[in-house]
């Protein structure tokens, strides 16, 4: 459990697919999380899905549910870790009834402290369109910062669109106060 200062991050477990599913498979919230081709995916692929992956965890990915006062609101997580240069991707979905309520940046901030405080990391990064200011926003007031913009890089609703890669190095995350470093002795 990872507790921000509204969101509540736990493990996913089984019972928490349908609300996911339910949650997420949205065409608006799709479109701006998915890289690849949009396609339909029944609550029975989320469910075959869970079941292979809780066979054979993968050792370079940590997904949590979030939530807000007990309730299911979307998922996110680290995914590309990589133990020798110490970083890693960030992913992150919330269902659309609770996006602009300040959840996105609150979890975005748990999940970076949980990959600098526990899984040593040090440089957490993500690609995001450059048209979805809510999303940047989330990550600018999570202390991302812009490294660089791919110009054309995804396909969405008919265009090709720019993304921003952004990115929270340890430092930057230690000098915003955002650490809790354990006092000396403990
Ligand atoms: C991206 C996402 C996680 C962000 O979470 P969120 O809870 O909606 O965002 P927040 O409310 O925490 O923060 C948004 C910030 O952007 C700012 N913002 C700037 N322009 C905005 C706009 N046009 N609309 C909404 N917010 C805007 C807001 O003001 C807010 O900052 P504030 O705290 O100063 O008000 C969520 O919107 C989501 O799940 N979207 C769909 C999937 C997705 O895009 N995933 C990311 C793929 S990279």
Not at 106 to 119: K, M, N, P, Q, S
Not at 149 to 165: K, S, T
Request: proline content about 4%.
């Amino acid at each position: 459990m990872l507790n921000g200062e509204r969101v509540l991050l736990r493990p996913i477990a089984r019972q928490d697919l349908p609300e996911i599913w339910r949650l997420l498979e949205d065409l608006e919230v799709a479109v701006r999380s998915d890289a690849g081709p949009i396609h339909p995916v029944s609550l029975a692929r989320y469910e075959a899905r869970f079941d292979r992956e809780a066979a054979d965890p993968s050792k370079d990915e940590a997904w949590f549910v979030i939530e807000v006062d007990g309730r299911a609101i979307g998922q996110g997580g680290l995914y590309r870790i990589d133990h020798f240069n110490r970083r890693c991707e960030l992913g992150i979905a919330l269902g659309r009834v609770h996006w602009g309520k300040g959840f996105g940046q609150d979890a975005v901030r748990t999940l970076v402290g949980y990959a600098f405080e526990y899984l040593s990391m040090n440089r957490v990064s993500l690609q995001v369109l450059a048209e979805d200011p809510r999303a940047v926003g989330a990550y600018r007031k999570a202390g991302f910062v812009e490294e660089g913009r791919l110009r054309q890089q995804g396909w969405v609703r008919g265009r090709f669109h720019d993304e921003l890669l952004m990115s929270i190095l340890r430092d930057e995350w230690e000098s915003t106060g955002e650490s809790h470093p354990e006092p000396a002795g403990n």
